[in-house]
């Protein structure tokens, strides 16, 4: 990312305990360790935020694609020619009724 080399992590280093000194230096290199940890953590969070908007976006336009399509349906009399056929098969599906029985008076 910033494209920092062996050589020039030694001079950053150096620079670090020559104006730090040994005892705050360890306590600088946690403090250092734990931004960056919380940089990471808020970055990988927006990351996920972004992708989930993306794929809720994706998903509202295959919605409304699939919305239009069913308005210019281009073949809406077979549809019709469909359901004429099914209603039949179901009719035919279903177990009949014994009308018979109630018709008949109790004698």
Known sequence: MFDIGFWELVLISVIALV???P???PQAIRSLARLIASVKKVAN???HELS???QIEELKDNHQQ???MKANDPF???HQ???SVDTPIRDVEQPPTD????EKPSE
Request: hydrophobic share 30%; net charge negative.
């Open 76 to 78: 809406p009399e077979l």
């Open 99 to 102: 009308d018979k029985s109630a």
């Open 81 to 83: 020619s469909h359901e």
């Open 23 to 25: 005892e705050r230096l």
């Open 19 to 21: 104006v730090l000194g």
């Open 66 to 68: 699939a919305e239009q």
């Open 45 to 47: 969070h927006v990351q």
């Open 52 to 54: 989930q908007e993306l």
